[in-house]
Nanobody, 115 residues
């Protein structure tokens, strides 16, 4: 079992920044990779970024150059630094832990970007 708790969401003006955190507990050794997803109202959940157990990162084209995924193993925490935020980044952001045979999800944190 893996438990995930997101934090750091809020209301920010366009062009601003936020840093999301995802605190991880439980069977951390079983995690192969971790990812951020987001879901805007009326839309499907969208992949944002991932980081592998070896630290290799990948970002979706929609956020590349503005968002950065990272982690602090000592704190068992994953981060998403979001800069140059746009109104279209408004969504609930979820962290995800990929294990075999299942995925785990956090409860989500709301990010609202005003124009």
């Amino acid at each position: 079992q893996v438990q995930l708790v997101e934090s750091g969401g809020g209301l920010v003006q366009a062009g601003g920044s936020l840093r999301l955190s995802c605190a991880v507990s439980g069977s951390i050794f079983s995690i192969n990779a971790m990812r951020w997803y987001r879901q805007a109202p009326g839309k499907q959940r969208e992949y944002v970024a991932r980081i592998s157990s070896s630290g290799i990162t990948h970002h979706a084209d929609s956020v590349k150059g503005r968002f950065t995924i990272s982690r602090d193993n000592a704190k068992n925490t994953m981060y998403l630094q979001m800069n140059s935020l746009k109104p279209e980044d408004t969504a609930v952001y979820y962290c995800n832990a990929l294990t075999k045979p299942t995925d785990y999800w956090g409860q989500g944190t709301q990010v609202t970007v005003s124009s």
